[in-house]
Nanobody
């Protein structure tokens, strides 16, 4: 059973940074691409970034390109999302999920179930 647990969210001022982590268990981690998604209040969930199963291919939403960096450590079954130059519009609950193909894009379908997510709030 796929299980992914997100952590690292918090309250940060505009221009600040956070590093999110996604710890995986219950499946062969290196066989799956992983995506980060987010859902802001009143909005649909959207893809933010994804990384191929080997880590050599990445993709980003235009809204985060140049500010966010996705990476993975297959020895630790963990994917990271480094978020710099945060903006108030980045405020959302962030989720990670295995996705249905590799290489992937932010439009690649996630595999359920969703985890609890981690809240990111960007505010002064």
């Amino acid at each position: 059973q796929l299980q992914l647990v997100e952590s690292g969210g918090g309250l940060v001022q505009p221009g600040g940074s956070l590093r999110l982590s996604c710890a995986a268990s219950g499946f062969t981690f290196q066989d799956y691409a992983i995506g980060w998604f987010r859902q802001a209040p009143g909005k649909e969930r959207e893809g933010v970034s994804c990384i191929s199963k080997g880590g050599r291919s990445t993709n980003y939403a235009d809204s985060v390109k140049g500010r966010f960096t996705i990476s993975r450590d297959n020895s630790k079954n963990t994917v990271y999302l480094q978020m710099n130059s945060l903006k108030p519009e980045d405020t959302a609950i962030y989720y990670c999920a295995a996705v249905s193909r590799s290489p992937c894009t932010v439009s690649t379908s996630p595999l359920r179930p969703w985890g609890q997510g981690t809240q990111v709030t960007v505010s002064s």
